[in-house]
């Protein structure tokens, strides 16, 4: 038996780098000839040494042919790999019934087979046909495949088939490794199973092995995932006392767990641990310190966060530079929303979001000639318009009561082909309220059936994070709310039924 062992592993050695659990089935190797034809295929010709040395060097010394050949006939290869995983895909076949028909399968077509299977969301079937594929060859019952298909198995989250292929891998005399030992663990600590996986945590240390930082890692993470911080901290310190010491990954795990729970103490305690280790942080790590601050509203250590974050030139999300924005605003510091567009754009594209930032800070700050010279540098760029600019301009035109330039680009929205929506209706209901008169592009609205069309929103939130929603919107979420959920759900609302809604009691629009 070890001897097959050995000998499997021998020539699966180049296999083994392919199908390691991270990088699971990725590539499909095929045995390929050193030449075109075998010794043994010219040993009737008297001068089959010969001929046979010759193609030999005739490869070597023409290597662009040697490799066309080994192309066709990995192509082949392939080719018949496609015609065999054909029979699979029809939902009423069945990989046990094939395997039983054709016999036997070649390790190519067996692994085919199961990436199939993991593909087509079919994992439940892969250990039925382990069972027998292995079972037809006894030399195919080794550790090395064992760790596959457990590992699969685990990745699955089908703990229960993880545990039948461990203890049936122990019955055949199987040593498990450490690595099939941690798939187990972390498939347990990712279902909330924590006595499970604890359990075969101290299996691991009865079998003589010895737990890695990578085991500890994966515990910290699925405590985090379900917020069982305590449960967390005496696992930091059981790895400790198992003589395991965190690295630089654990540490970063950390920092992310805390990060994500709203933890700042522990999230800085551990930091600095990091720093007097002289420890390195994650791109991911910094990103979510950033997140953390930001959700807390803390802008000073936010913004150190955020310069770590710059010079790392690390790419942010829409969402978390929304945060950032939000936070500066309700700080009333809007200036840093033009350095936070300057920045993205010295690491991205000036995309619709930068161009918000860089408008809503001259917006918010009520300067015209900061809002002009924004939109003449769009201009210069081609950059289309959009609901969130035309909406962030008329806002700051509503605010500074700026009557006449809020209506010439009221009226002028369709030059700039921009298409209104609930904010813009909301801009001139509100306007209309404090003395302007928008009759005008009310009735323009009305004649080209824009107040018949499904109500749409499509102004970035960071807009009305800035501005407000202003009455007509609230007033349209109060109304709303108000009915009961089958009258607000048996039609498509559109602007002219919100605004029939709004003013339902107020005799008619103002």
Same mark, same amino acid.
């Given at each position: 038996?070890?001897m097959?062992?050995?000998?499997?592993?021998?020539?699966?050695f180049?296999?083994?780098?392919?199908?390691?659990?991270?990088?699971?089935?990725?590539?499909?190797?095929?045995?390929?000839?050193?030449?075109?034809?075998?010794?043994?295929?010219?040993?009737?010709?008297?001068?089959?040494r010969?001929?046979?040395?010759?193609?030999?060097?005739?490869?070597?010394?023409?290597?662009?042919?040697?490799?066309?050949?080994?192309?066709?006939?990995?192509?082949? @290869?392939?080719?018949?790999?496609?015609?065999?995983?054909?029979k699979?895909?029809?939902?009423?076949?069945?990989?046990?019934?094939?395997?039983?028909?054709?016999?036997?399968?070649?390790?190519?077509?067996?692994?085919?087979?199961?990436?199939?299977?993991?593909?087509?969301?079919?994992?439940?079937?892969?250990?039925?046909?382990?069972?027998?594929?292995?079972?037809?060859?006894?030399?195919?019952?080794?550790?090395?495949?064992?760790?596959?298909?457990?590992?699969?198995? $685990?990745?699955?989250?089908?703990?229960?088939?993880?545990?039948?292929?461990?203890?049936e891998?122990?019955t055949?005399?199987?040593?498990?490794?450490?690595?099939?030992?941690?798939?187990?663990?972390?498939?347990?600590?990712?279902?909330?199973?924590?006595?499970?996986?604890?359990?075969?945590?101290?299996?691991?240390?009865?079998?003589?092995?010895?737990?890695?930082?990578?085991?500890?890692?994966?515990?910290?993470?699925?405590?985090?995932?379900?917020?069982?911080?305590?449960?967390?901290?005496?696992?930091?310190?059981?790895?400790?006392?198992?003589?395991?010491?965190?690295?630089?990954?654990?540490?970063?795990?950390?920092?992310?767990?805390? $990060?994500?729970?709203?933890?700042?103490?522990?999230?800085?305690?551990?930091?600095?641990?990091?720093?007097?280790?002289?420890?390195?942080?994650? $791109? $991911?790590?910094?990103?979510m310190?950033?997140?953390?601050?930001?959700?807390?509203?803390?802008?000073?250590?936010?913004?150190?966060?955020?310069?770590?974050?710059?010079?790392?030139?690390?790419?942010?999300?829409?969402?978390?530079i929304?945060?950032?924005?939000?936070?500066?605003?309700?700080?009333y510091?809007?200036?840093?929303?033009a350095?936070?567009?300057?920045d993205?754009?010295?690491?991205?594209?000036?995309?619709?979001?930068?161009?918000?930032?860089?408008?809503?800070?001259?917006?918010?700050?009520?300067?015209?000639?900061?809002?002009?010279?924004?939109?003449?540098?769009?201009?210069?760029?081609?950059?289309?318009?959009?609901?969130?600019?035309?909406?962030?301009?008329?806002?700051?035109?509503?605010?500074?009561?700026?009557?006449?330039?809020?209506?010439?680009?009221?009226?002028?929205?369709?030059?700039?082909?921009?298409?209104?929506?609930?904010?813009?209706?909301?801009?001139?209901?509100?306007?209309?309220?404090?003395?302007?008169?928008?009759?005008?592009?009310?009735?323009?609205?009305?004649?080209?059936?824009?107040?018949?069309?499904?109500?749409?929103?499509?102004?970035?939130?960071?807009?009305?994070?800035?501005?407000?929603?202003?009455?007509?919107?609230?007033?349209?979420?109060?109304?709303y709310?108000?009915? @009961?959920?089958?009258?607000?759900?048996k039609?498509?609302?559109?602007?002219?039924?919100?605004?029939?809604?709004?003013?339902?009691?107020?005799?008619?629009?103002?």
């Open positions: 038996m070890d097959d062992i050995h000998c499997c592993r021998a020539t699966t180049k296999q083994t780098c392919l199908f390691n659990t991270n990088i699971l089935f990725s590539k499909t190797l095929f045995t390929k000839p050193k030449t075109l034809f075998t010794p043994s295929s010219l040993s009737s010709h008297p001068h089959s010969f001929q046979t040395h010759h193609l030999q060097l005739s490869h070597r010394d023409n290597p662009t042919k040697h490799t066309t050949l080994l192309k066709i006939e990995s192509f082949h @290869e392939n080719d018949s790999l496609e015609l065999f995983i054909q699979l895909s029809n939902k009423a076949s069945s990989p046990l019934q094939l395997l039983r028909d054709d016999g036997d399968w070649s390790k190519q077509q067996f692994w085919a087979v199961i990436r199939f299977l993991k593909r087509a969301s079919r994992s439940g079937e892969i250990l039925q046909v382990f069972h027998l594929w292995k079972d037809i060859e006894k030399s195919r019952i080794n550790e090395f495949n064992y760790e596959k298909i457990i590992g699969l198995l $685990s990745q699955e989250d089908l703990a229960e088939e993880s545990v039948l292929a461990l203890e891998m122990k055949q005399g199987l040593k498990p490794s450490l690595v099939i030992y941690n798939s187990v663990i972390h498939c347990f600590a990712r279902k909330g199973e924590f006595d499970r996986a604890l359990y075969f945590l101290n299996e691991l240390k009865e079998n003589n092995l010895i737990a890695d930082t990578e085991t500890y890692d994966g515990l910290i993470q699925s405590f985090g995932k379900f917020k069982m911080y305590d449960e967390l901290d005496e696992c930091v310190k059981k790895m400790e006392s198992d003589g395991c010491l965190p690295d630089h990954i654990t540490y970063n795990l950390l920092i992310q767990e805390f $990060s994500r729970g709203g933890l700042l103490k522990r999230m800085e305690r551990v930091c600095q641990t990091v720093l007097s280790k002289r420890m390195g942080f994650q $791109s $991911s790590t910094l990103v310190m950033l997140e953390a601050y930001a959700n807390f509203g803390i802008i000073e250590k936010m913004e150190k966060a955020y310069r770590r974050v710059l010079n790392s030139k690390i790419p942010l999300k829409d969402d978390l929304r945060k950032l924005a939000k936070v500066y605003i309700e700080n510091k809007f200036s840093r929303l350095d936070l567009g300057l993205l754009f010295s690491v991205t594209d000036r995309t619709d979001l930068v161009w918000c930032l860089l408008l809503l800070s001259h917006a918010c700050l009520l300067s015209r000639k900061g809002v002009d010279s924004i939109v003449k540098e769009m201009e210069a760029e081609n950059v289309p318009w959009n609901a969130t600019m035309a909406n962030t301009i008329l806002l700051a035109y509503l605010k500074m009561k700026d009557f006449t330039r809020l209506r010439i680009l009221m009226l002028e929205l369709s030059t700039h082909h921009v298409r209104p929506d609930i904010v813009t209706v909301g801009i001139l209901f509100d306007a209309n309220r404090i003395g302007f008169n928008g009759t005008t592009a009310l009735n323009i609205w009305r004649k080209t059936g824009f107040l018949d069309e499904a109500v749409e929103m499509n102004t970035d939130p960071l807009v009305l994070t800035a501005f407000g929603k202003g009455n007509f919107l609230r007033s349209c979420e109060a109304r709310s108000a009915l @009961e959920p089958e009258a607000r759900e039609k498509i609302w559109t602007y002219q039924n919100l605004i029939d809604l709004v003013f339902k009691h107020r005799g008619g629009p103002n």
